[in-house]
């Protein structure tokens, strides 16, 4: 009976927290999503080299502006100043978009390999970039040539800034960890809590640690305190009976700092570590 009332809701209304597309859809898989820190703009990267950019409104999208790399783009972030967008990829380069000003795109970095992670720093004014090359290099965008290169232990997989704690995951299931107020040295590296693939790492808001999800459905939730590790555990997400699913996306809410989980299997689940509660499961399956 319990279960004809919740398909008999959910016929009556199949869309109970008024999701809807963003419209048109890129041609490819999306690789990143990133929302302005200032206003109502969501940019997206994908696989068919576009970065585009949309207005989001009450209940509809606005297709806005795009740009072109010569191959998949892989990574997005925005200045904090919610002028400028940034997007790295497999043509090995990062390109700074004035998206507010409608300026061309034009590039500011450059590695060896596909760029795999960019971010924003803005207490340094400078850009970090993280490649398959295995460096980490610093930018300042009005130079050609990078402020700094950090060689990392292997291919930079995910990164994740929270200043002054900057998170690194790299292949081999290394997690390296940066205190930015001297980013010229590693503060500590770490074997992932994790047996598998590293895919996505999220800083703690407090900075007392970080997530990081990997290929085989499941979180760590870690401290960097020696002293704290007795809080640290591991947990399951994203699975289907014998079906596992990567985890690919972690991000904290900004006040509440419970966090989300996005999932290869199409869904996404809210989080709180310290209750070490799922708060709420969510699936696409309805587009």
């Known amino acids: 009976e319990g279960e004809m009332a919740t398909l008999t809701s ?18 490819d898989s999306l690789s990143s999503l990133s929302f302005s820190p200032k206003s109502n703009l969501l940019v997206a990267t994908s696989w068919d080299n576009q970065v585009r950019c949309w207005e989001i409104g009450n209940g509809n999208s606005q297709p806005k502006a795009s740009i072109s790399h010569d191959q998949p783009v892989l990574c997005s972030a925005w200045k904090d100043d919610g002028t400028t967008v940034f997007s790295g990829g497999c043509d090995k380069q990062v390109k700074m978009w ?9 590039t500011v970095a450059m590695h060896d390999a596909p760029v795999k992670e960019v971010a924003w720093i803005s207490q340094m004014n400078l850009l970090v970039s993280g490649s ?29 800034v929270n ?17 930015l107020q001297n980013p010229q040295t590693e503060f500590k ?24 999800g990997s290929i085989e459905g499941r979180v760590g939730v870690h401290h960097i ?7 640290n555990f591991t947990f399951k997400c994203h699975r289907e009976g014998n079906d596992i699913f990567s985890v690919n996306s972690l ?32 699936s696409m399956h309805f587009f």
């Not at 590296?189 to 970080?210: E, H, M, N, W």
């Open 251 to 282: 991000n904290f809410h900004p006040v509440h700092h419970t966090f989300a989980t996005a999932g290869s299997d199409g869904a996404f689940n809210f989080w709180d570590k310290d209750s070490k509660q799922r708060l709420k499961a969510f």
């Open 10 to 27: 959910l016929a009556s209304n199949p869309n109970p927290n008024k999701s809807f597309e963003v419209l048109p859809n890129p041609g």
């Open 163 to 179: 200043y002054p704690l900057m998170i690194v995951g790299t292949a081999d299931r290394n997690i390296v960890i940066f205190n």
């Open 225 to 231: 305190d020696d002293s704290q590790q007795s809080k």
């Open 132 to 160: 398959w090359d295995k460096t980490l290099r610093y930018w300042d965008t009005r130079q050609p040539n990078p402020a700094h290169v950090q060689q990392l232990p292997d291919r930079c997989y995910a990164l994740a």
């Open 98 to 106: 004035p998206l507010l000003s409608g300026g061309q795109a034009q």
């Open 189 to 212: 590296r770490i074997q992932s809590p994790l047996k598998y693939q590293t895919r996505c790492v999220a800083a703690f808001p407090d900075q007392q640690g970080f997530l990081v």
